[in-house]
């Protein structure tokens, strides 16, 4: 059997013995005594933590909850998708699993999501592990924002063949309402995509390191309607590019924080940004 095979018998035929859920819920019950009712990890999250290991011990439960509890609304953790190494091939994604919000349709959609896109860079990396040779893909979950407005989960992946490179997703979810914020969203009109563009070819043009940025074909332009940004804890807005996405791989990831006062006069409102 081929590495691909085995990652993929782990990924889509995972055992799950009964006494799984039962195990989580005792280890974890003591996170929750203040609010009166203790935790439990879904059926699907339990089966995908782990794979090919079901010997639970108290140390193993805690590896669980890898992501901190976020604030007092939602429980957010990072659980392992497919994990692998061997001499030439490393393998470990992780995803988020949320739990807690009031209206469980919209925590089913987010939950959903995290598990597609780990199905999906699975898929698409799959040809690159059967061809052979040395491989690493790794995908891990954090809270980057964790404030009354808005939850801010970053899944970044790294990707080693040769040489590595990073990219990143951002949802800035709003715990209140229970909506992902959209770039789109915070602004009056589609003008941001210009304000926002002219403020960073600036700060590029200035930059002390601006040689680490592209200036030919791949130089700098505009950015996309959806580009990934994050709302900070103190309110400000941050907009993210992959590695080699506008400069060079020792640039790693690059965010440029955008001052509130260049974005003032376009805003719908003063609630996420100020």
Do not use: C
């Not at 040779?133 to 980057?144: A, C, K, M, N």
Request: cysteine-free; charged content about 25%; glycine content about 2%.
């Amino acid at each position: 059997m081929t590495n691909l095979d085995e990652l993929k018998k782990q990924y889509k035929a995972i055992p799950v013995p009964d006494e799984l859920q039962a195990t989580v819920l005792e280890t974890l019950r003591p996170r929750r005594k203040k609010r009166g009712r203790y935790l439990g990890l879904s059926a699907v999250a339990a089966a995908s933590v782990f794979v090919g290991s079901f010997t639970m011990s108290p140390s193993l439960a805690e590896s669980l909850a890898k992501v901190p509890l976020v604030s007092n609304v939602i429980q957010v953790f990072s659980v392992t998708d497919i994990q692998r190494e061997d001499d030439t091939i490393e393998v470990a994604m992780n995803r988020a699993v949320i739990e807690d919000f009031e209206h469980k349709d919209f925590e089913n959609v987010l939950n959903e999501k995290y598990k597609a896109e780990n199905t999906a860079l699975f898929e698409e990396m799959s040809p690159t592990i059967q061809e052979g040779g040395h491989f690493s893909l790794q995908r891990d979950v954090s809270v980057i924002t964790d404030s009354p407005n808005v939850i801010a989960i970053q899944r970044m992946t790294t990707l080693t063949q040769a040489s590595a490179a990073q990219s990143v997703k951002i949802d800035n979810i709003d715990p209140a309402n229970e909506w992902i914020i959209t770039l789109p969203s915070l602004f009056k009109d589609e003008s941001y995509v210009q304000v926002i563009s002219d403020y960073i070819a600036t700060q590029i043009a200035q930059a002390n390191d601006s040689a680490m940025f592209f200036h030919d074909t791949n130089a700098f332009e505009k950015i996309d309607p959806h580009q990934t940004f994050a709302i900070t804890d103190d309110g400000k807005l941050v907009v993210y590019f992959d590695e080699y996405e506008i400069a060079a791989g020792a640039a790693g990831i690059v965010k440029f924080i955008i001052p509130t006062e260049v974005l003032q006069p376009i805003l719908a409102s003063d609630y996420y940004i100020h």
